[in-house]
Protein backbone atom coordinates (compact mmCIF):
# COMPACT_ATOMS: atom_id res chain seq x y z
CA UNK A 1 0.00 0.00 0.00
CA UNK A 2 1.80 3.31 -1.00
CA UNK A 3 1.61 6.40 1.09
CA UNK A 4 -1.21 7.90 -0.84
CA UNK A 5 -3.37 4.81 -0.89
CA UNK A 6 -2.79 4.89 3.14
CA UNK A 7 -3.30 8.44 3.47
CA UNK A 8 -7.09 7.90 1.78
CA UNK A 9 -7.86 5.00 3.66
CA UNK A 10 -6.75 7.11 6.49
CA UNK A 11 -9.63 8.58 6.47
CA UNK A 12 -12.34 7.19 7.85
CA UNK A 13 -12.02 5.18 10.64
CA UNK A 14 -9.95 6.25 13.90
CA UNK A 15 -11.89 9.38 13.88
CA UNK A 16 -13.71 7.41 16.38
CA UNK A 17 -13.47 3.64 17.56
CA UNK A 18 -15.01 2.95 20.80
CA UNK A 19 -17.60 0.70 22.21
CA UNK A 20 -17.21 0.65 26.41
CA UNK A 21 -20.92 0.43 26.52
CA UNK A 22 -23.31 -2.26 26.41
CA UNK A 23 -27.17 -2.44 26.49
CA UNK A 24 -28.96 -3.68 29.29
CA UNK A 25 -31.84 -5.97 28.83
CA UNK A 26 -35.04 -3.83 27.43
CA UNK A 27 -38.40 -2.74 29.24
CA UNK A 28 -39.87 -6.02 29.88
CA UNK A 29 -44.03 -6.26 29.82
CA UNK A 30 -45.81 -8.31 32.38
CA UNK A 31 -49.63 -9.45 31.96
CA UNK A 32 -51.05 -10.64 34.94
CA UNK A 33 -53.46 -13.53 35.63
CA UNK A 34 -57.14 -12.93 34.92
CA UNK A 35 -59.37 -14.81 36.96
CA UNK A 36 -63.35 -15.21 35.13
CA UNK A 37 -66.26 -16.91 36.06
CA UNK A 38 -68.91 -18.20 33.51
CA UNK A 39 -71.71 -20.40 34.71
CA UNK A 40 -70.33 -21.50 37.52
CA UNK A 41 -67.02 -22.57 35.87
CA UNK A 42 -63.84 -20.74 36.84
CA UNK A 43 -61.18 -20.05 34.63
CA UNK A 44 -57.44 -18.75 35.13
CA UNK A 45 -55.00 -17.04 32.66
CA UNK A 46 -51.52 -17.59 33.78
CA UNK A 47 -49.05 -14.13 33.73
CA UNK A 48 -47.01 -13.49 31.05
CA UNK A 49 -44.14 -12.04 30.75
CA UNK A 50 -42.06 -10.87 27.94
CA UNK A 51 -38.47 -8.95 27.83
CA UNK A 52 -37.88 -7.12 24.50
CA UNK A 53 -34.73 -8.53 22.55
CA UNK A 54 -31.73 -6.11 23.37
CA UNK A 55 -29.39 -8.32 25.16
CA UNK A 56 -26.25 -8.30 23.11
CA UNK A 57 -24.99 -11.30 21.64
CA UNK A 58 -22.99 -13.62 23.65
CA UNK A 59 -19.36 -15.58 22.87
CA UNK A 60 -16.23 -14.41 21.06
CA UNK A 61 -16.99 -13.19 17.28
CA UNK A 62 -14.29 -14.25 14.47
CA UNK A 63 -13.40 -11.95 11.93
CA UNK A 64 -12.76 -13.13 8.79
CA UNK A 65 -12.08 -11.31 5.13
CA UNK A 66 -15.54 -10.94 4.34
CA UNK A 67 -17.47 -10.47 8.15
CA UNK A 68 -17.74 -10.44 11.54
CA UNK A 69 -20.93 -11.78 12.69
CA UNK A 70 -24.08 -10.81 10.62
CA UNK A 71 -22.33 -7.36 9.20
CA UNK A 72 -20.65 -8.65 5.72
CA UNK A 73 -18.15 -6.43 3.65
CA UNK A 74 -20.62 -5.24 0.79
CA UNK A 75 -23.71 -5.12 3.11
CA UNK A 76 -26.17 -2.32 2.49
CA UNK A 77 -26.42 0.40 5.42
CA UNK A 78 -30.08 -0.40 5.98
CA UNK A 79 -29.06 -4.55 6.49
CA UNK A 80 -26.25 -3.65 8.84
CA UNK A 81 -28.56 -1.47 10.89
CA UNK A 82 -30.53 -4.18 11.00
CA UNK A 83 -28.19 -6.63 12.65
CA UNK A 84 -28.21 -4.15 15.43
CA UNK A 85 -24.26 -4.76 16.12
CA UNK A 86 -24.11 -0.64 15.00
CA UNK A 87 -24.94 2.03 16.66
CA UNK A 88 -23.26 5.20 17.67
CA UNK A 89 -22.83 7.51 14.31
CA UNK A 90 -18.67 8.62 14.64
CA UNK A 91 -19.12 10.48 11.38
CA UNK A 92 -15.62 10.86 9.17
CA UNK A 93 -12.44 12.01 9.17
CA UNK A 94 -11.80 14.51 6.33
CA UNK A 95 -7.80 13.73 5.99
CA UNK A 96 -8.32 13.19 1.97
CA UNK A 97 -10.95 15.70 1.20
CA UNK A 98 -14.76 15.84 1.89
CA UNK A 99 -16.00 11.95 1.83
CA UNK A 100 -18.20 10.59 -0.88
CA UNK A 101 -21.88 10.74 -0.52
CA UNK A 102 -23.23 7.48 1.36
CA UNK A 103 -19.92 7.57 3.95
CA UNK A 104 -20.88 7.08 7.46
CA UNK A 105 -19.04 5.77 10.38
CA UNK A 106 -20.32 3.63 13.43
CA UNK A 107 -19.22 2.27 16.08
CA UNK A 108 -19.66 -1.34 17.16
CA UNK A 109 -21.82 -0.45 19.82
CA UNK A 110 -25.12 -1.53 19.08
CA UNK A 111 -28.01 -3.21 21.25
CA UNK A 112 -27.12 -6.68 20.08
CA UNK A 113 -23.24 -6.54 19.75
CA UNK A 114 -21.32 -9.06 21.94
CA UNK A 115 -20.20 -7.37 25.31
CA UNK A 116 -16.41 -5.92 25.22
CA UNK A 117 -16.74 -5.81 21.07
CA UNK A 118 -14.36 -2.74 20.23
CA UNK A 119 -14.27 -1.36 16.24
CA UNK A 120 -15.86 0.23 13.94
CA UNK A 121 -17.55 -0.29 10.65
CA UNK A 122 -16.93 2.35 7.37
CA UNK A 123 -19.70 2.83 5.19
CA UNK A 124 -18.95 3.90 1.70
CA UNK A 125 -21.45 4.38 -0.62
CA UNK A 126 -24.20 3.20 2.04
CA UNK A 127 -22.54 0.17 1.74
CA UNK A 128 -19.93 -1.66 4.27
CA UNK A 129 -16.65 -0.97 3.22
CA UNK A 130 -14.45 -1.83 5.96
CA UNK A 131 -14.82 -3.55 9.43
CA UNK A 132 -12.26 -2.39 12.33
CA UNK A 133 -11.65 -4.07 15.12
CA UNK A 134 -9.90 -3.30 18.50
CA UNK A 135 -10.34 -5.40 20.93
CA UNK A 136 -13.32 -8.39 21.75
CA UNK A 137 -13.08 -10.60 18.61
CA UNK A 138 -10.87 -13.46 17.22
CA UNK A 139 -8.88 -13.83 13.61
CA UNK A 140 -8.72 -17.06 12.11
CA UNK A 141 -6.54 -20.30 13.39
CA UNK A 142 -7.65 -18.84 17.19
CA UNK A 143 -5.67 -15.43 16.81
CA UNK A 144 -7.01 -13.53 20.07
CA UNK A 145 -7.53 -9.51 19.10
CA UNK A 146 -7.12 -8.32 22.78
CA UNK A 147 -8.23 -5.31 23.59
CA UNK A 148 -7.09 -2.01 22.50
CA UNK A 149 -3.70 -0.94 24.29
CA UNK A 150 -3.06 -4.11 26.14
CA UNK A 151 -2.10 -5.92 23.16
CA UNK A 152 1.66 -4.92 21.70
CA UNK A 153 2.70 -4.71 18.25
CA UNK A 154 5.69 -7.46 19.51
CA UNK A 155 2.52 -9.92 20.88
CA UNK A 156 0.69 -9.54 18.14
CA UNK A 157 3.11 -10.27 15.44
CA UNK A 158 4.37 -13.21 17.96
CA UNK A 159 1.13 -14.73 17.84
CA UNK A 160 0.65 -14.33 14.27
CA UNK A 161 3.48 -16.10 13.87
CA UNK A 162 2.46 -18.81 16.32
CA UNK A 163 -0.46 -19.59 13.82
CA UNK A 164 1.00 -20.31 10.81
CA UNK A 165 0.33 -16.50 9.33
CA UNK A 166 1.96 -15.45 6.07
CA UNK A 167 2.65 -11.60 7.18
CA UNK A 168 4.94 -8.84 5.49
CA UNK A 169 5.45 -5.66 7.10
CA UNK A 170 5.20 -1.60 5.80
CA UNK A 171 6.03 1.49 7.02
CA UNK A 172 4.15 4.95 6.96
CA UNK A 173 4.94 6.61 10.07
CA UNK A 174 7.13 3.87 12.18
CA UNK A 175 8.80 0.76 11.03
CA UNK A 176 6.85 -1.78 10.42
CA UNK A 177 3.85 -0.18 11.63
CA UNK A 178 1.54 -1.54 8.91
CA UNK A 179 1.34 -5.38 8.02
CA UNK A 180 -0.64 -7.66 5.84
CA UNK A 181 -1.35 -10.99 7.36
CA UNK A 182 -3.05 -14.00 5.59
CA UNK A 183 -4.05 -16.58 7.80
CA UNK A 184 -3.34 -20.22 7.33
CA UNK A 185 -7.17 -20.95 5.96
CA UNK A 186 -6.72 -18.11 3.46
CA UNK A 187 -8.15 -15.15 5.59
CA UNK A 188 -6.55 -11.62 4.65
CA UNK A 189 -6.20 -8.84 7.56
CA UNK A 190 -4.23 -5.94 7.46
CA UNK A 191 -2.88 -4.10 11.02
CA UNK A 192 -1.61 -1.18 12.30
CA UNK A 193 1.01 -1.87 15.18
CA UNK A 194 1.19 0.79 17.00
CA UNK A 195 2.42 1.99 20.40
CA UNK A 196 -0.93 3.02 21.22
CA UNK A 197 -2.30 -0.46 20.48
CA UNK A 198 -3.30 -3.12 17.52
CA UNK A 199 -5.94 -2.54 14.97
CA UNK A 200 -7.10 -5.11 12.54
CA UNK A 201 -9.31 -4.83 9.64
CA UNK A 202 -11.14 -6.18 6.67
CA UNK A 203 -10.27 -5.34 3.45
CA UNK A 204 -7.83 -2.74 4.87
CA UNK A 205 -6.70 -0.86 7.69
CA UNK A 206 -7.87 2.71 8.70
CA UNK A 207 -6.67 5.16 10.78
CA UNK A 208 -7.67 8.86 11.36
CA UNK A 209 -5.78 11.12 13.91
Known amino acids: MGVLGAVMVL ?86 GTPPAGTYGFSLDGPKAPEGLDGSVSIVGDKVAVINVRGGARMANGV ?25 YETLIETNDLAKATSPDGNRYELSLTEAG ?12
Open 144 to 168: TIEPFGTWTPDQATKALDQAGYDTT
Open 11 to 96: ALAACGSSSDSSADDGPTTTKAAVTTTVAGTTATTGAESTTSSTTPTTGTPVLTTNDLGPLQIGQSLSDAKATRWIGTDIGTCELA
Open 198 to 209: VTVAVPSIELCD
